[in-house]
């Protein structure tokens, strides 16, 4: 019963790409550094696609981020959403930071801030994430 609630909620998911093109989803982690930056999310970077992949507010327009941030010896990426009236002057910290080197780039599709080395469409990346859970949950089952 388990396995077959697990395709359902995987295959939802997998059909509410349809359903996100009314709202822009984005990956998102270290978008709030107060509490340290995470490693994992640097490139290469692999998401975890129901924690990471987060909708963005729908009161008005929004970009993808990916940020990458090298401030004290530390290289930091940063993905998340951002409203698209911000977009020019989201990454300007040469005043606050001047020794910071920061690199920004935005784009508006769902999933397009994650790592350049996955380039295969969000449905198929959760299309093959999806098979696999389905397999290890029949494997299992069948044990």
Not at 21 to 45: F, I, Q, T, V
Not at 61 to 70: D, R
Not at 93 to 98: E, S, W
Request: contains cysteine.
């Amino acid at each position: 019963m388990k396995i077959f609630f697990i395709f359902i909620y995987l295959l939802y998911f997998i059909l509410a790409e349809g359903v996100c093109e009314e709202k822009l989803w984005c990956y998102k982690c270290n978008a709030d550094l107060s509490m340290g930056h995470r490693g994992d999310c640097n490139d290469p970077y692999t998401p975890a696609p129901s924690i990471d992949l987060v909708a963005c507010p729908d009161n008005e327009s929004y970009h993808c981020l990916k940020a990458f941030v090298f401030y004290k010896n530390i290289h930091t990426t940063i993905r998340g959403c951002v409203p698209s009236r911000s977009k020019s002057t989201y990454c300007n910290f040469g005043a606050t930071y001047p020794e910071a080197l920061v690199t920004c780039s935005f784009c508006s599709e769902n999933g397009c801030n994650r790592s350049r080395r996955l380039e295969a469409p969000l449905s198929t990346l959760l299309t093959i994430i999806s098979l696999w859970t389905l397999i290890v949950a029949f494997t299992l089952h069948n044990q």
